[in-house]
């Protein structure tokens, strides 16, 4: 089984969480930011302020689609540390290096599979 000590899971298991409340409290705020989710600044747009609206509007769409892959790979890996899968590579099941980990903790490939897959 996975030999990963437990306290290092828990500080893992807190940064993931911790990171999670922030990617949900980041999410909120760009859907507020955005302008085109803003009525009032949406009906008084004049002329000119449409391609400003539009603009932001994509930004923050961009953004909160990074936001939600951050938040589902957060998910994912807490999920994992519950049913102690955690730290173990989906590709070739070997252990994920704790440096690694650290690291990124929401990293699903040991180091040599992500270098195989992103070739
Ligand atoms: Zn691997």
């Keep these: 089984m996975l030999d990963l000590p437990q306290k290092t899971l828990q500080t893992i ?3 993931l969480l911790r990171q999670k409340s922030e990617v949900e409290k980041n999410l909120k705020e760009v859907v507020e930011d955005d302008p085109a989710t803003t009525p009032a600044l949406a009906e008084s747009s004049e002329p000119g302020t449409d391609s400003w609206v539009a603009d932001a509007h994509n930004r923050a769409l961009v953004f ?17 540390i519950r049913k102690g899968t955690y730290g173990k590579c989906e590709r070739c099941g070997q252990r994920i290096e704790l440096s690694r980990l650290l690291a990124m903790p929401t990293a699903q490939y040991c180091l040599s599979c992500s270098k195989k897959f992103s070739k």
Excluded at 64 to 80: E, F, N, P, Y
Aim: charged share 55%; hydrophobic share 20%.
């Design 13 to 15: 298991r807190k940064y």
């Design 64 to 80: 909160r689609d990074q936001l939600k892959k951050r938040g589902d790979s957060i998910k994912k890996a807490l999920g994992k």
